[in-house]
């Protein structure tokens, strides 16, 4: 996948305005935005630290997958982003490599990017998100 | 703590040597190193992508903090470090702002880093390293 940088850290959160003040208090940065993301069910909040990003992710319905995360796991680090070119490729290349995709084509994400997930199956637990910006890279 | 980038990301695996395979596969980039951290009972490889590694980990006794884990709640994301500066003045206001501290003095992490974690009752679930080189910053 040769990804450039890791694009962001996912953290499943109960209460993001709780977390968002822990954080900011924490890491001495300002959240630079809320978003509502309807179909994944999640409220997040971002912040940058030098090339990456912290994703605090908020459940908004009970049938959220971060609702059922946080049920099964408790709060936590929740999934791995790697930031790619030429995405539907790299889905391409994980899946003839024998990697399990849980997307098979590539969706739109929060923050503008275009993103899609591989199984935790395949890749030792980790839940890993490919994503990539058709914006601005 | 105005951490100036995400140092690594630790991922507990249950088999170092397959893991590392998986990975290099994965991401298309090698590891450049394998340590093994004694009073940490582990051994663990990394991988540079950007400005960031990812440290996998292995337990190396059952009473490794890895194997608890692992035991706990199977293979995965483990832990997340911060690169700082003057890691005792970091931890200090840490305690003082309420974060409970694993580490209250900084110890000799894998690749050459000082390192303490905090305690994740008070960081919204996650276990956080802070780190610093002091041989290279």
């Known amino acids: ?14 209460d993001l305005d ?9 890491l001495g940065y300002k959240c630079y935005k809320i978003e509502e993301v309807k179909d994944q069910k999640v409220r997040t909040a971002f912040f940058k630290i030098g090339e990456t990003k912290i994703e605090l992710l908020e459940a908004t319905e009970a049938a959220s997958p971060i609702a059922r995360f946080i049920e099964k796991r408790g709060e936590g680090m929740h999934h791995l982003a790697f930031a790619v070119n030429d995405i539907e490729k790299r889905l391409h290349n994980m899946k003839e490599t024998g990697i399990d995709l849980i997307d098979r084509k590539a969706r739109k994400g929060a923050d503008g990017l275009d993103i899609a997930f591989l199984h935790p199956g395949s890749t030792s637990g980790v839940l890993i998100e490919i994503c990539e910006n058709k914006n601005k890279d």
Do not use: N, Q, T, W
């Open 1 to 14: 996948m040769k990804p450039s940088k890791i694009e962001h850290i996912g953290i499943a959160v109960k």
């Open 18 to 26: 709780k977390s968002i003040s822990l954080y900011e208090e924490m």
